[in-house]
Each structure stands twice: as C-alpha cells, then as structure tokens.
Nanobody
C-alpha cells in the first residue's frame, strides 16, 4: 500500500520560512508526480505545487506568489516544499499526495495516496 507522510510544519511568525517534507513508504516517490496542497479552516483544499518524475513543476501562482519552491531528493525518497516569507493567511494543514501519471496537476481529484497532513500556523 502506497503511503506518504508529511512533516516539518509548526508555528512561525510572519516573514519566516519553513521546509515541509513528503516521504514515501514502501515505494519510490520517483515513480510518481507529487503534489502539495493545503486546507485552511472552513475552506476547500487547494493545490499549491506539483513536481513530475523528471523535475518539471506546476505552481499555483496566486497562492504561492513566488514564495514557494518544490524539489526532490531521490536519495531520501522525499519531496520538499520550501515556503518563504510566510503570511498569516498561509495558516493551514498542508498535505502531499501522489499522481501516477507523467504529468502534473493541481486538482485534488487527480491525486491518489494522501498523507495525514502537517499543521502550519503563522502568527505574530
């Protein structure tokens, strides 16, 4: 069974940075496109960034606004989401998920295996 797990969330102040990790268990993330999503209280889950098997990516420009980057580390079977200049409105639970096709997407319904999420809280 494909399982992914997110880590790296926490409480930070506005303007600070975080790096979230998505790790795979029992399979290689290199075989999948991986997406990062978030869900704030009372809002729908939204796609932020996706990276393909060969490193191509798709960004939700409205949400990330050039502050986020995505990367892979095959040696650690991980995909990272680096978030800079965090804002209060970035507060949400952040999820990663896999897409078993050679393309990227920001649509929640395109993705299969989801992690439990990691909480990011931005507060002064």
């Amino acid at each position: 069974q494909l399982q992914v797990a997110e880590s790296g969330g926490g409480l930070v102040q506005p303007g600070e940075s975080l790096v979230l990790s998505c790790t795979g268990s029992g399979f290689s993330l290199d075989s999948f496109s991986v997406g990062w999503f978030r869900q704030a209280p009372g809002k729908e889950r939204e796609g932020l960034f996706c990276i393909t098997q060969n490193g191509g990516s798709v960004e939700n420009v409205d949400a990330a606004n050039g502050r986020f980057t995505i990367s892979r580390d095959s040696t650690k079977n991980a995909v990272y989401l680096r978030m800079n200049n965090l804002r209060i409105e970035d507060t949400a639970i952040y999820y990663c998920a896999t897409l078993g096709e050679r393309r990227c997407s920001l649509r929640v319904t395109d993705f299969g295996s989801w992690g439990q999420g990691t909480q990011v809280t931005v507060s002064s």
